[in-house]
């Protein structure tokens, strides 16, 4: 497993209330009377993947536009691993929203998704699996 001390806030599992199942391996939950989304780690395969996705965030920082930001890391009190991640809960991903009645996106989301890619792109950094289940719409 990982251990975290980097600069984004961390807390520890006690912190996160009303966790239910969302899909794959991301969760509901309540963490300060808000809900948000929680993405644990599953399997050992999951944690590079969430190492990366921290390490993203540490170098794009938490306001850079179109990329989640993580809200904080979620600690293990016991093993002092990282046990997943929580971001904003936003509305929906592009594939639900294509499958659900009168999906039509504005040609400014396909331009802020573009816009994103590019930057990130300048800053070294491959998103390496978009699809359209983790593109998410937050402005609708």
Same mark, same amino acid.
């Given at each position: 497993?990982?251990?975290?001390?980097?600069? %984004?806030?961390?807390?520890?599992?006690?912190?996160?209330?009303?966790?239910?199942?969302?899909?794959?391996?991301? #969760?509901?939950? =309540?963490?300060?009377?808000?809900?948000? /989304?929680?993405?644990? %780690?599953?399997?050992?395969?999951?944690?590079?993947?969430?190492? &990366?996705? %921290?390490?993203? &965030? =540490?170098?794009?920082?938490?306001?850079?536009?179109?990329? /989640?930001?993580? +809200?904080?890391?979620?600690?293990?009190? #016991?093993?002092?691993?990282? #046990?997943?991640?929580?971001?904003?809960?936003?509305?929906?991903?592009?594939?639900?929203? /294509?499958n659900?009645?009168? /999906?039509r996106?504005?040609?400014?989301?396909?331009? &802020?998704l573009?816009?994103?890619?590019?930057?990130?792109?300048? +800053?070294?950094?491959?998103?390496?699996?978009?699809? =359209?289940?983790?593109?998410?719409?937050?402005? +609708?």
């Amino acid at each position: 497993m990982a251990l975290y001390d980097g600069p %984004i806030d961390k807390t520890t599992l006690d912190s996160i209330r009303k966790r239910k199942y969302l899909s794959g391996h991301i #969760d509901t939950c =309540e963490r300060d009377g808000k809900k948000v /989304a929680y993405k644990c %780690i599953e399997f050992p395969d999951d944690v590079k993947t969430i190492l &990366r996705e %921290i390490r993203v &965030r =540490e170098t794009v920082g938490p306001d850079f536009p179109g990329v /989640a930001p993580i +809200l904080t890391i979620v600690i293990d009190p #016991d093993t002092q691993f990282v #046990d997943g991640i929580v971001l904003p809960l936003y509305h929906t991903d592009v594939e639900s929203f /294509a499958n659900g009645p009168g /999906a039509r996106l504005h040609i400014s989301e396909l331009h &802020r998704l573009i816009h994103t890619l590019s930057h990130l792109h300048l +800053l070294g950094i491959g998103h390496g699996d978009i699809c =359209e289940s983790n593109v998410v719409l937050r402005d +609708l």
